[in-house]
C-alpha cells in the first residue's frame, strides 16, 4: 500500500513538474509564432510575380507592395514604334524602391535607381514588332514598401 501511495504521488508531483514547463513551453511558442506573422511581409494580391518568367500583365496600379524577400515583375506589351513610361511613386523613407526594364531575354534596357519619391524607366520600341517588355521593382532599402505604378504606352 505504501509503496502504490508513493507512487502515486510521484506520478503526482511528477505531473506537477511536467505542468509548469509545458506551460511555459506552449507560452514562448505562441510568442514565436507571433514573431514569425510579424516577421511575414504582407504583400499584394498580385502574387506570386518574383521573376520575369512569372511576370503579371500590367496597366498599372495603386497600393501595390514590394518586400525585400519579393521583388514584382511586371510585363507590358508595347507596339511596334511606340513608346513606354513606367513610374513608380513610393515613400522613400519607407524604403527605397529601384526599378528596372529588360527585354524577353533578360537584357537592360533602362534603370532607374535614384533615392527620392519616384522612379521612371523609359523605353521606345524600335524592334519593327509588338514586344513584351518586363519590369523589375526591387527594394533596395527596408523590408516592405507600399507603391503607385503608372504605365504610358503612347504613339511617337
Ligand atoms: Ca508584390
Ligand atoms: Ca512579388
Ligand atoms: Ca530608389
Do not use: H
Amino acid at each position: 500500500m505504501r509503496i502504490i501511495a508513493g507512487s502515486v504521488v510521484l506520478v503526482l508531483v511528477g505531473c506537477k513538474n511536467d505542468v509548469d514547463p509545458v506551460d511555459t513551453d506552449v507560452a514562448d511558442t505562441d510568442t514565436d509564432v507571433a514573431d514569425t506573422d510579424t516577421d511575414t511581409c504582407a504583400d499584394d494580391a498580385q502574387e506570386p510575380n518574383d521573376a520575369l518568367d512569372d511576370a503579371m500583365a500590367s496597366t498599372g496600379g495603386a497600393g501595390l507592395v514590394v518586400c525585400s524577400t519579393s521583388d514584382d515583375w511586371w510585363v507590358v506589351t508595347v507596339p511596334d514604334g511606340y513608346n513606354l513610361t513606367a513610374e513608380v511613386t513610393f515613400v522613400n523613407d519607407d524604403g527605397d524602391i529601384d526599378a528596372w526594364l529588360y527585354d524577353s531575354a533578360g537584357s537592360v534596357l533602362d534603370v532607374s535607381q535614384g533615392v527620392s519619391d519616384s522612379e521612371i524607366v523609359l523605353w521606345t520600341n524600335g524592334e519593327g514588332a509588338e514586344t513584351d517588355v518586363f519590369l523589375e521593382i526591387s527594394l533596395f532599402g527596408g523590408d516592405r514598401n507600399t507603391y503607385d505604378l503608372a504605365i504610358d504606352v503612347s504613339a511617337p
